[in-house]
């Protein structure tokens, strides 16, 4: 079974911090996505990180992937109360055609205190 | 915005009564998931079509079962539902396996 296992589960700043979120597994990943969540909506997809090694930038967010392809990390530089929300890691389960079944972790729920 | 309507949007319902909750798309995309969300629990996904009349069980299946007759519908339904099935539920699509899927905005449902 792949997990993958998110930290922390809550994070509670103020605004103008910087934070990281950790995604990890001991499976190795094709890919991982990132998504967003805000109450009462669904997941918003952010980024897919595909190589290993790959960091990808999003205006103050930076997602990086491990160099396995068994992690991977959020960075959001001077955090700012838009920014509170669920965040989630996925992959693609692995075995034979996976038709896009995603394993989630469980999700970080950030506030930005202004 | 991807469109997805999942409906009802809330729903309180007892214990042991049927429960069909419905999931359209007009996107025509093939694959179409059903997740359950718990907390601390991420998503889990229920069940899963990758085409017209093709299903199959994702990781959390017990209890639940689908329908896809048309593309654009997936049905998910609670036979008889129990108050563990208290859950929020998602729908997402993709245009194929290999691509993002984008969620609907859930249904709230509380088995009483």
Known sequence: TQLLEQSPQFLSIQEGENLTVYCNSSSVFSSLQWYRQEPGEGPVLLVTVVTGGEVKKLKRLTFQFGDARKDSSLHITAAQPGDTGLYLCAGPRAGGTSYGKLTFGQGTILTVHP | ?112
């Open chain 2, 1 to 112: 915005d991807a469109g997805i309507t999942q409906s009802p949007r809330h729903k309180v319902t007892e214990t042991g009564t049927p429960v069909t909750l419905r999931c359209h798309q007009t996107e025509n995309h093939r694959y179409m998931y059903w997740y359950r969300q718990d907390p601390g629990h991420g998503l889990r996904l229920i069940h899963y079509s990758y085409g017209v009349k093709d299903t199959d069980k994702g990781e959390v299946s017990d209890g639940y079962s689908v329908s896809r007759s048309k593309t654009e519908d997936f049905l998910l339904t609670l036979e008889s539902a129990t108050s563990s099935q208290t859950s929020v539920y998602f729908c997402a699509i993709s245009k194929t396996g290999n691509q993002p899927q984008h969620f609907g905005d859930g249904t709230r449902l509380s088995i009483l």
